[in-house]
């Protein structure tokens, strides 16, 4: 599993956090997980394999926003205690 960190400028509201989590989820179908915060600017997409940073920006940039960075590295999904 790989975890996708993109710096996303523009974003002011839950609204906003709304618009880029669809737009991800749409431009990234194979998405396990996508958050977004507008506090941080930050958007958290959980992926099989690394996201395109190029296609990820044409759909970020086409709705207002925009893509600064994206950042992946790989993501291991924490567990209960008592799991093994």
Not at 17 to 46: F, M, N, Q, Y
């Amino acid at each position: 599993m790989v975890k996708n960190t993109a710096k996303i400028e523009g974003m002011a509201c839950s609204m906003c956090e709304a618009h880029i989590k669809d737009t991800i989820r749409k431009a990234v179908p194979s998405a396990d997980k996508v958050t977004a915060s507008h506090t941080t600017g930050i958007a958290t997409v959980l992926t099989e394999e690394p996201v395109n940073e190029a296609m990820l920006k044409a759909a970020v940039d086409e709705t207002g926003y925009t893509l600064t960075s994206l950042e992946s590295e790989p993501y291991t999904k924490k567990k209960f205690f008592w799991q093994k």
